[in-house]
């Protein structure tokens, strides 16, 4: 079984502010974990995935996140928000089975101040 | 390379009405997935396939949905009769397999009425 938890459904933030958005998990196996993010009647686009090798990982748009077995978390970062990050973003996790499914967290909406 | 297509775009019906959605995967993913993304909500899924097989579909409120992915290739997910509570995008996901996340159409819109 696994689940993900994401803590507070909506972050503001200032432009040019950090971002920090939580996530925790639970897995009964090895967790591969994303973050995907969701623009405003668009589908979910991929930002990073972790998959085992190294626990820090960047992706696209400045985005990175830590995978931290210890605290079961693989929250996102960004050193400076932009207006257009504001968006819905989603950590998910999936077992390293063949035939796991992904889960979500319910989401965070980021909102970001000029 | 072409992403995941979907459509309609947007619907909108009656209650107790039926409805079909439609999902083409990117060529060659085995892995097909529809999900329910209720408005608020993280996406939960409804059904999962490998190639024309079904591997998980305990969430799938089968007495009213129905999906089907008879060659392997494109998907068709059925809501027959549609309730109030089925209103959400409908996302359909393809994958080549476990080691890369999921491509994700842009989803269709169904509002029940």
């Known amino acids: 079984a696994q689940s993900v938890t994401q803590l507070g459904s909506h972050v503001s933030v200032s432009e040019g502010a950090l971002v920090l958005l939580r996530c925790n998990y639970s897995?009964?196996?090895?967790?591969?974990l994303f973050w995907y993010v969701q623009y405003p009647n668009q589908g979910l686009q991929l930002l990073l995935k972790?998959?085992?090798?190294?626990?820090l990982v960047k992706g696209i748009n400045g985005f990175e996140a830590e995978f931290k077995k210890s605290e079961t978390s693989f929250h996102l970062t960004k050193p400076s928000a932009h207006m257009s990050d504001a968006a819905e973003y989603f950590c998910?996790?999936?077992?390293?089975?063949?035939?796991?499914?992904?889960?979500f967290g319910g989401g965070t909406r980021l909102m970001v101040k000029p | 390379e072409a992403g995941v297509a979907q459509s309609p775009r947007y619907k909108i019906i009656e209650k107790r009405q039926s409805v079909a959605f439609w999902c083409n995967p990117i060529?060659?993913?085995?892995?097909l997935y529809w999900y329910q993304q209720i408005l608020g909500q993280g996406p939960k899924l409804l059904i999962q396939?490998?190639?024309?097989?079904?591997?998980?579909d305990s969430q799938l409120p089968k007495d009213r949905f129905s999906a089907e992915r008879l060659k392997g290739v494109d998907s068709t997910l059925k809501i027959q009769p549609a309730k109030l509570e089925d209103s959400a995008v409908y996302l359909c996901?393809?994958?080549?397999?476990?080691?890369?996340?999921?491509?994700f159409g842009s989803g269709t819109r169904l509002t029940v009425v």
């Open positions: 060529s060659g993913h085995a892995t």
């Open positions: 996901a393809s994958s080549l397999d476990m080691n890369y996340g999921y491509t």
């Open positions: 897995s009964s196996v090895p967790p591969y």
């Open positions: 972790y998959t085992s090798a190294a626990t």
């Open positions: 998910a996790v999936r077992g390293n089975n063949a035939g796991n499914m992904l889960t």
């Open positions: 396939f490998q190639n024309n097989g079904v591997v998980d």
